[in-house]
């Protein structure tokens, strides 16, 4: 699938932060804008709202939508508000915190499936820092994005257990055959300061 330009992942960014602002003002989902045909080509996407205090920055909320099942530039309108309002992990984003509140937009492959042969190689097929994991068995299920683990310092197999983790699952049962586990990559667009200039940036930084 081929990459988004600088400037399609500005308008995603400057979107995600309209989005966010007219939804906590007024409780309204902005329409989505006219934008190019690849902006409205299916894609998941995830936005993260890092919260930037003293030069330091701290997740305050992570949504998204894995699967390529709507156009992205409407998935990133849902995924910015859900982020402010619903990631579970937190409350809501206050109208007052958002000059503190810097955006971050992950345009994401398809996943594919990894899991198939030997369990105990599949470290190898891991690429930290590039590859995001989706980890699934029955009604459980857990994403990372490829920012997680650099952030965090972990190799592949830590990184495995940790999705497991967030699956709410065992931390070795990336290794039962049950257990379905994909990995897709992310273009990543962030402001480099809240309500600033947007660029795009390697995957292995902080994500949710």
Sequence with gaps: MKRLTEQEGNILASIARRAISQYLNTARRIPAPEVSQRLREKRGVFVTLNRMEGGRKTLRGCIGYPLPTMPLIEATIGAAIGAAVEDPRFPSVDPSELDRIQVEVSVLTPPETISEGERRKLPRLVRVG?????????????????????????????????????????????????VRIQRFQAQIFEETEPGGQIEERPSGAEGC
């Design 130 to 178: 590039i590859d995001g994991l989706i980890i699934e068995r029955g009604f459980n299920k857990g994403l990372l994005l490829p920012q997680v683990p650099v952030e965090w310092g972990w190799n592949a197999e830590e990184f495995l257990g940790q999705t497991c983790i967030k699956a709410g699952l065992p931390t070795t049962s990336w290794l039962e055959k049950d």
